[in-house]
């Protein structure tokens, strides 16, 4: 966590006080009591337009960001702004260090120290002494960094408008009621919370109440089966998971774990007890919040059989946020981190199509000219959160840095924090899995 430092410029992520609104079964309240007919998800298609995260959108905040960075960096051209990152990461030396995701384009990425995936760069930004921290990634990757580093760091996001569309689809007062509506309807079952790491710190302390823990596409699997270990051998006890915000990444788990579709059922937020009865959530072992990513939700049936048609000797492989109705028809699937290590450890010569983001795609194809690699779809599968780092914000930052004000700076409070880290800290003790899962026999 950051302590408040002079006059830097924050985002304050306490969520008390704020008047978002509450869920209770049908009706909606602001948290003054007032009866409300306007829930913060009904809001989220226009801030999803908008390219914003939804907090910044409810608040008011951020409604032209491109309007807050100063004209003199949005005049630059690429070469003067590529020399002078480059300038000033050299002189900020071991006082800086930049996370950079993988799905960042090849000219932010080339400045970071450290790439990776959520998993991962959680564990460096852990691990790092340098007095600041800038994440080139997506908000809720920076509040998890602020909350794994020491009150003497800072950690900030370059652009504050690069939030995460799938984190925006649960808000933690939502999630709270959430809980206490399946724990309502299961009849006395245990329901453990799993988390995707894409979610905000607010979730992740909700999570923690409910002795849930965090997870990432890489050790998903594992946590799932933690959540529904005894606790005598280290488990949660869990008798149904309740697997939030990501529909896909907790049913194609669920699937990989063994299970199939009667074993899942959907909650969908805008509707009274998540539009499940008693019986639908008794009989199921997978209670699956209502979000998705829209990068992921690109990918169709459609594409993996066009691209068959033409690369017949192709491996296809997903990354679990697709629907189930695309992994299906692929040979494997896989988190990030797996994709990488099967395309580094795959033959030359072989041919990869590959579902998830683009940036990654194409850097892989570039980086292994030895094999043919593609993106699936017709090109339409780019974060447009991720892609709100780009040069002029990251050079307006790491300024700030050196001038001695850091703008963006990005703060959990300490409770939240405290909470969150709990979630958090039990995601980073469980071992990814580096595998991908084999969705098709191989030769079929
Ligand atoms: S790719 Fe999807 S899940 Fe990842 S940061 Fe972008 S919107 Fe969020």
Known sequence: MASALGKRRSIQLSYEGKGLLQKQSSEYYTRDGAKSNTPRCKL??????????LDNFVAGRYNAPMSEIPANYRDMDRE???????????ELGETLCILGHHYQSDDVIQFSDYRGDSLKLSQIAGEQTADHIVFCGVHFMAESADILTSDAQTVCLPNLSAGCGMADMAEA??????????AALAGGATIVPVTYVNSTAAIKAVTA???????????????????????????????????????????????????????????????????????????ATFILWKG?????????????????????????????????EVVVECDLAGSTAQIITAIDTAPAGSEWVVGTEA???????????????????????????????????????????????????????????????LALDRMIAIKAVSEVIQIRPEGA
């Open 44 to 53: 989220l298609p226009l801030a999803l337009s908008r390219g914003l995260c």
């Open 80 to 90: 003067a702004l590529l020399s002078a990152i480059a300038a000033r990461k050299a």
């Open 173 to 182: 007062d939502a999630v709270a009621v959430a809980l206490e509506e399946v």
């Open 209 to 283: 109440d409910w002795n849930g823990a965090c997870c990432t596409s890489s050790n998903v699997r594992n946590v799932f089966e933690m959540a529904m270990t005894p606790q005598s051998f280290g488990g949660c006890d869990g008798d149904k998971i309740f697997a939030i915000p990501d529909q896909h990444l907790g049913r194609n788990t669920a699937f990989a774990m063994g299970r199939g579709a009667s074993d899942c059922v959907v909650y969908d937020p805008q509707l009274p007890n998540g539009g499940m009865t008693s019986e639908q959530v008794r009989a």
């Open 292 to 324: 998705w990513c829209y990068v992921h939700q690109t990918f169709t049936p459609e594409h993996v059989r066009a691209v068959r048609a033409e690369l017949p000797n192709a491996t296809v492989i997903a990354h679990p946020e697709c629907p189930r």
């Open 359 to 421: 940036n990654l795609v194409y850097r892989l194809a570039a980086q292994y000219p030895d094999k043919t690699i593609r993106l699936l779809g017709d090109g339409a599968a780019r974060c447009v959160q991720m892609a709100r780092i780009d040069l002029p914000h990251l050079l307006w930052c790491l300024d700030s840095i050196a001038a001695g004000e850091p703008i963006n700076v990005i703060t959990v409070d300490a409770e939240t924090a405290k909470k969150a880290k």
